[in-house]
């Protein structure tokens, strides 16, 4: 079992980048492929980036190509999310999950373990 603390989130204007964290405990983090997800006020969840246990493959939503990066430091058991160019539609409440199958990045099925969640304001 892993344990998923996330931390970054706040309040950023439009155009402007934060760096969310995701604090990782009990067994070893890099046996674990990683996710991040979001869900904004009265919609569903959905699939943000994903990162293989290495490290090495990473997977993006369509929408942040090319803003977001996913990465890990598995020697400090942390996951990471940079995100450049927000926009005020990715208000949201932003998730870290871990997996401990080897396909479905893009899914919430494959995802055993969840954080909490931080949230994210973009203002316009």
């Known amino acids: 079992q892993v344990q998923l603390v996330e931390s970054g989130g706040g309040l950023v204007q439009a155009g402007g980048s934060l760096r969310l964290s995701c604090a990782a405990s009990?067994?070893?983090?890099?046996?674990?492929?990683m996710g991040w997800f979001r869900q904004a006020p009265g919609k569903e969840r959905e699939f943000v980036a994903a990162?293989?246990?290495?490290?090495?493959?990473?997977y993006y939503a369509d929408s942040v190509k090319g803003r977001f990066t996913i990465s890990r430091d598995n020697a400090k058991n942390t996951l990471y999310l940079q995100m450049n160019s927000l926009r005020p539609e990715e208000t949201a409440v932003y998730y870290c999950?871990?997996?401990?199958?080897?396909?479905?990045?893009?899914?919430?099925?494959?995802?055993?373990?969840w954080g909490q969640g931080t949230q994210v304001t973009v203002s316009s």
């Open positions: 999950a871990a997996s401990s199958y080897y396909t479905g990045e893009y899914y919430e099925w494959s995802y055993n373990y």
């Open positions: 009990g067994r070893t983090f890099s046996s674990y492929a």
């Open positions: 990162i293989s246990r290495s490290g090495g493959d990473t």
